[in-house]
Structure formats: C-alpha cells, structure tokens
C-alpha cells in the first residue's frame, strides 16, 4: 500500500496516462483494500485539475467507482480538445477584396 501511497501524477502526464500508471502498479499490490486505493488515488491528483477537482465533489467508493467517474471525465477533457483543434484548424483570416483604385483601404484597427 506505501508504493501507491507514495505514486504522484506529473506535471506533464495525462489523468488516462497516470490511472493508467496507478492501476499497474496496484496490481502488484497484494491484498489492496480498494477503498482506501480509491482514497491514495484521488489524493495523489495533481490538485486543480478537472479530474481531481470532479473526484473530491464525488468521492468514489472504490477503484471501480473512480475508473467509472474517470472515464466520464476523459471523454469530456477529449471532446474540448476535438473542439480546440477543430475550431484552431477553422480559424482563417478573412481575405478582403482588393480596394478600388485611388481609395485607400481602412486600417483594421
């Protein structure tokens, strides 16, 4: 139980890479009382973060009850980066005709 205990997400690890990482190494855990799992698991959160954040308004029970909340929370974190990237690759500067001869064009700003 103190190696899950001591497991910290990183900075720069996804919330799916570090359950991902946190799952394996409880499974080498032998005789792992979930519910105190599910408790190590939320504590070791980056703090502030959508899936910290939504764990400590809804305390999962167990392991089961955070891999189930989790998964609500990866699909909503994945469908805002669809959207950023959707809406990065839809953003385009509109061209603007060229201005008629001996007017000048107002300045954008």
Known sequence: MRDLDRLEQAADESPREYLS????VMSLVHNADSV???GSFVR?????TMLS???LL?????????QAKSEGVFRVLESRQK????????TTTPIQPPAPQGMKRPSPG
């Open 58 to 66: 809804n305390l999962p029970y167990d392991m089961a009850d955070v």
């Open 83 to 90: 959207a950023l990237k959707t809406s990065a690759a839809g």
């Open 53 to 55: 954040d939504y764990l």
């Open 21 to 24: 990482r946190f799952l394996e």
């Open 44 to 48: 070791s959160l980056q703090p502030g």
């Open 36 to 38: 105190q799992v599910a």
